[in-house]
């Protein structure tokens, strides 16, 4: 999707990514990347928490006017309250085994 | 807590799995297109890539490689009328609120208080994880999905990856 938000810049379109995974954001270099430090699939927050989702919407939003540079990525201040890690286990890639 | 390291573990797991090392993507700069609009008067699209369908539309494959489906959402959707479908990631939170992963209902409130312009007519879920066929993305799905968003007028795409 990174890959998609280059093109579209490229297109006219302003675009910001709203990521879960900063290692693999940085390495893509989307034109605007906001940084959750939330599990993925909680890029907006909690079910229900309509304050911090829309708090995020609104940090993501800003970085269209405040980014500078291309490839710019910004951490959101609050991160998830507890421990959580990522373990994949889809068949896709473990198709060949 | 630190941020996950997911290109280690993504490695790890191929590995693992008897398959040669994934090579990453890595950009040294990249574009930006600056907009001579304030927000207030921007139309805003959203986009998922978490496996997301309406309910009335087939699921997505939850292990699919190499996807390019991409459905179009009306921006007045339900936000109950989703079914989520992808095994790389739990997805049981947003399950049960789809502003999880695509805050549908939050932009909608922005546009309403006037802090957009508004909502583009049509939203997105597609271009899931897992697209090893790039030059497709760069030559086909990807100018396709730009043309939609000018077709519609958007300014600004918030983009949500899963």
Same mark, same amino acid.
Request: net charge negative.
């Given at each position: ?97 | ?40 008067? @921007? ?11 309406? @309910? ?37 939170? +947003?399950?049960?609120?789809?502003? @999880? ?9 922005? +546009? ?35 043309? +939609? ?14």
């Amino acid at each position: 999707m990174g890959l998609v938000c280059r093109l579209l810049e490229e297109h006219g379109i302003a675009t910001v990514y709203v990521a879960t995974g900063r290692d693999l954001t940085a390495l893509v270099k989307p034109p605007r990347a906001l940084f959750v430090n939330h599990p993925m699939g909680n890029n907006f927050g909690r079910a229900g928490d309509t304050a911090t989702q829309t708090d995020i919407v609104r940090a993501a939003l800003a970085m269209i006017d405040s980014a500078e540079r291309g490839g710019e990525l910004i951490d959101y201040p609050t991160t998830w309250s507890e421990k959580f890690s990522f373990a994949p286990v889809g068949k896709a890639i473990a198709a060949t085994a | 807590m630190k941020s996950i390291r997911y290109v280690d573990a993504l490695n790890d797991h191929y590995t693992a799995m008897g398959n040669p090392p994934y090579r990453w993507t890595v950009n040294e700069s990249a574009p930006l297109h600056r907009l001579d609009k304030p927000l207030e008067e @921007c139309s805003v699209s959203l986009l998922t890539s978490g496996g997301v369908s309406q @309910c009335s539309m087939p699921a997505f494959n939850a292990d699919a490689r190499n996807d390019h489906r991409l459905d179009a959402i009306d921006r007045d959707v339900n936000a109950t009328d989703f079914q989520i479908h992808d095994s790389y990631y739990d997805h049981s939170d +947003a399950d049960n609120d789809i502003n @999880c992963i695509f805050p549908v209902e939050r932009l909608r409130e922005l +546009a309403a208080l006037g802090e957009i312009g508004k909502v583009s007519d049509r939203l997105w879920s597609g271009f899931m994880g897992r697209i090893y066929n790039r030059s497709k993305v760069l030559e086909e799905s990807g100018p396709d999905f730009a043309a +939609a968003l000018r077709e519609d007028g958007v300014d600004i795409l918030l983009a949500a990856p899963s």
